[in-house]
């Protein structure tokens, strides 16, 4: 596997290096394959501080209500504001948290909860048994698509049991239901303060979590204050009792030349999202830190439109993939610091496949000699042809060279094109986006999703426009999507999944391309900021040196 | 004004001759070379992928010129004839050129190129109506003004006089002699044009074609700024020197036609 280089031999302790170097071995155990650094001296956390936090994408309409949105800068808030009944550990396996123990029916079609008695929520309500049926309830009735919703899957009604015992029914087995729990878009929020804000709860998010929203401004600035009375930490969490940091402070700066600038100018003592030319210097430099994690999911890949000419034809689309060199183009786009992603899931999700990562080579002269022999040659200028008609592939994309994807389509388009296959790239704004989407008018697009769980991967498939275009169209693979959402049996489901993985492979509908990393930079100050699976970052342990 | 000229005739060249000035195929990506610093083999130093920045600027001119042209061509010439039928005409016509500018005129021109080119999509021809659009307004305004002036003057009541047609009028008496402001006012707009095609580049709508223009060359290289300074800052300077260089010759050209001074 490729090296990674965004491993800084002088800020990293002994112990996580062997942590990230099982990860490189393919063997990836933990989500979090951080560079974290473990402070040698290990003095006690200081209480109090505030940590100002240099968020990377606009919180989408500010709305700050789990159940609504998918975001993942929402969520990156949201997570922090909001506990979940169970928390799930980099080995797949679930511990307590707002939940002290739960079983599940034989016939997985139903779970029961036996809920903490001590928790309150930010508005001084109880939390129980009515609020967690309150909570699925609202989620059921919101159908925000997207976002919780989707997280439910089959859900049918909660019962009350008692005060502190909660059973949850779904009409079918519904396997990714406890990976979703715990994520924070089914997280708790509360009942009193649904009642009382209505359609303003979005912007008066009141959960249980250990830090509650004292103000915000709309589109830049979010202030989390400390939960004082919080002891209700999830099973991996490093203390008990309220947060270390009195206040956080998050700040959204969307441009990454001043995300990084004001990190350096000491403006904020944290930034997320690094760009990959600025990982290395921070890296470097001794008096910033930089921690990584995989946030799970369905990883940023190109997508075919297999319905329209001229992708239509399989033959083709292996001509097309094996005409590139995605190793050399992530090296040199993601200056090392991403890796290349074999297969449509992010390697450290349950169920990833990794014996796809030798599957296929680069090979643009045996990618060349299937072209000629598929009848498309080249022509006076240099581009294929048949019949008359060039081989010219159109991607559209609304993003603006986000995560960089723009720059990596530029040097696909200089490889297809040294192979005869023109690329045409069209930027467009969202609605017009939306709009070719839905009648399937593109041949390529670029998507990522995120998901703990691999079920990730049929909502990332399916069209996410109700009653659009879906550019696959393959009964099989629906087969699977839908066996793999209801398998129980670990290994079964395992088995499924990787099924999958090839199938979307082995017929090219999409081209992974690479691993993305979350990224935090931070000073030196800073200890001992954590992620969650799902790589969102967790100020509940965090603190400042001072 | 002579290095004005000299700059502009290479950038010219640059726009006309990519290939013999440039000294590697901006398709080039040679990934073993990228974010390299200027050098003797890479003038200007490479990009993230490993481009040539110097063979981009000089292959990146023809895009900004033929804006920076097209767009005061288009624009003055729709701006001229506003004006002129605004100015002759006068009345309930002048009134309705004159308000529907004034409502043109209060949206900022960047704004307004920014909405244009967000409706119409992106693409090259995109840009240069946007920007056309927005310059219109100040060439009517300067039009009407000139032409209100000249209709006062005796000639004009001579040519009336003997019966000569209205058209006739406007065109063969009015229009010679309001043209050299908006000739000066044309190159002067060249620079600007430029500069607002570029920042709509810069702001991610221009068209995402193989070969950047300057302004998305510039904004791509911002992000690199701090360990490449190279991708933005040459850019930069190019814009920079062939706006100048249009001004100055603008200047010049003003101080030529002014009539006080000859």
């Known amino acids: 596997m490729m090296t990674k280089k965004w491993i800084s031999l002088m800020t990293i302790s002994l112990s996580v290096l062997l942590l990230v170097a099982g990860c490189q071995n393919g063997n990836s155990s933990s989500a979090v394959n ?44 949201q997570r ?23 079983e599940v029916a034989e016939d997985g079609k139903s779970y029961t909860f036996k809920l903490r008695k001590d928790v309150k929520f930010h508005d001084g309500t109880s939390f129980n048994a009515e609020a967690v049926k309150f909570n699925f309830d609202r989620i ?3 159908k925000a698509p997207g976002a919780a919703f989707d997280n439910i899957g089959s859900y049918e009604s909660s019962e009350v049991l008692d005060e502190f015992t909660v059973e949850i029914n779904f009409k079918t087995p519904f396997a990714p239901f406890l990976g979703n729990l715990s994520g924070e878009n089914l997280g708790i929020v509360s009942p009193a303060a649904v009642e009382k804000y209505g359609d303003a709860f979005i912007h008066n998010p009141i959960g249980t979590g250990p830090f509650k929203l004292a103000s915000f401004t709309a589109g830049t600035e979010y202030v989390l204050e400390r939960n004082p009375d919080y002891n209700w930490p999830p099973a991996n969490a490093k203390h008990k009792g309220p947060a270390y940091l009195e206040k ?110 030798s599957k296929w080579t680069s090979d643009p002269a045996a990618a060349a000699d299937q072209l000629d022999a598929l009848g498309w040659v080249k022509g006076s200028d240099g581009i294929r042809e048949k019949g008359g008609k060039r081989l010219t592939v159109e991607m559209i994309d ?29 930027s467009l704004a969202l609605g017009a986006y939306m709009e070719r989407l839905k009648i399937g008018d593109f041949d390529l697009n670029m998507n990522s999703k995120y998901g703990a769980d691999p079920d990730v991967a049929r909502l990332a498939l399916n069209p996410w426009v109700p009653n659009s275009f879906d550019p696959i169209q393959d009964d099989e693979l629906q087969n699977l999507l839908r066996q793999g959402n209801s398998e129980l049996d670990v290994e079964n489901r395992k088995a499924i999944y990787s099924q999958i993985q090839h199938r979307i492979f082995d017929n090219v509908y999409s081209i992974p391309v690479y691993v993305f990393p979350y990224t935090v930079a931070s000073t030196k100050a800073l200890k001992d900021l954590s992620f969650d699976i799902h790589g969102f970052p967790l100020f509940y342990d965090a603190w400042l040196q001072k | 004004m002579l290095s004005a000229s000299l700059i502009i005739v ?98 900022p021109g960047i704004l307004l190129a920014l909405a244009i080119s967000v409706a119409l999509g992106s693409g090259p021809l995109t840009i240069i109506l946007a920007i056309s659009v927005a310059v219109i307004p100040g060439y009517a305004r300067v039009m009407r003004g000139q032409v209100i002036a000249v209709k006062s003057r005796q000639f004009i009541d001579a040519a009336r006089a003997i019966g000569t047609p209205n058209r006739e009028i406007m065109l063969r008496h009015i229009l010679p002699n309001c043209l050299s402001p908006m000739l000066v006012m044309m190159t002067t707009g060249i620079g600007f044009s430029i500069l607002i095609s570029s920042a709509l580049s810069f702001l991610g709508l221009g068209e995402i074609s193989e070969i950047p223009d300057w302004g998305y060359l510039l904004s791509q290289g911002r992000s690199y700024m701090t360990i490449a300074w190279w991708i933005a800052t040459f850019p930069g300077l190019a814009i920079t020197c062939l706006v100048v260089s249009v001004n100055l010759i603008g200047d010049e050209l003003r101080n030529r036609l002014d009539p006080r001074n000859s």
């Open chain 1, 34 to 77: 951080s560079a974290e650094v473990q402070h040698k001296d290990d003095a006690a956390p200081m209480v109090g501080g505030e940590l100002n936090f240099a968020l990377s994408i606009s919180i989408v309409n500010d709305i700050l209500d789990p159940h609504q949105t998918g975001s993942p800068q929402n969520s990156r808030v």
């Open chain 1, 80 to 102: 922090n504001i909001f506990d979940s009944l169970i928390v799930e550990l980099p080995d797949h396996t679930f511990a307590p948290w707002l939940a002290e123990s739960w």
């Open chain 1, 140 to 142: 059921l009735n919101l």
């Open chain 1, 248 to 357: 956080v402070i998050v700040k959204v700066i969307t441009e990454e030349a001043t995300r990084v600038g004001v990190l350096q100018s000491g403006d904020v003592q944290a930034a997320d999202i690094i760009p990959p030319q600025n990982i290395l210097s921070f890296q470097q430099d001794k008096n910033f830190q930089l921690q990584e994690a995989e946030p799970l999911g369905f990883n940023a890949a190109i997508a075919l439109n297999v319905q329209k000419a001229p992708l239509n034809d399989l033959k083709l689309r292996e001509a097309l993939r094996t005409s590139l060199d995605l190793d050399t183009i992530v090296k040199t786009i993601y200056l090392g610091t991403h890796q290349r992603a074999y297969s449509s899931l992010s390697p450290s999700l349950f169920g990833y496949d990794a014996s796809l990562e």
């Open chain 1, 398 to 426: 609304f993003y603006a060279n986000r995560e960089k994807r723009m720059d990596v389509m530029a040097l696909v388009q200089n490889q297809w094109r040294q192979n005869g296959i023109e690329l045409k790239i069209t």
């Open chain 2, 10 to 107: 290479f950038i010219v060249a640059c726009a006309i001759f990519p290939e013999w000035i440039a000294p590697y195929s901006p398709l080039d990506m040679n990934v073993n070379h990228i974010l390299q610093p200027p050098s003797a083999a890479y003038l200007l130093g490479t990009d993230q992928f490993g481009r040539d920045v110097f063979t981009l600027l000089v292959y990146g001119s023809r895009q900004s010129l033929l804006t920076g042209i097209g767009s005061v061509l288009i624009g003055g010439l729709a701006g001229a004839l506003c004006g002129l039928l605004a100015g002759y005409h006068g009345r309930w016509l002048d009134t309705f050129f004159m308000r529907l500018i004034d409502v043109v005129m209060s949206i």
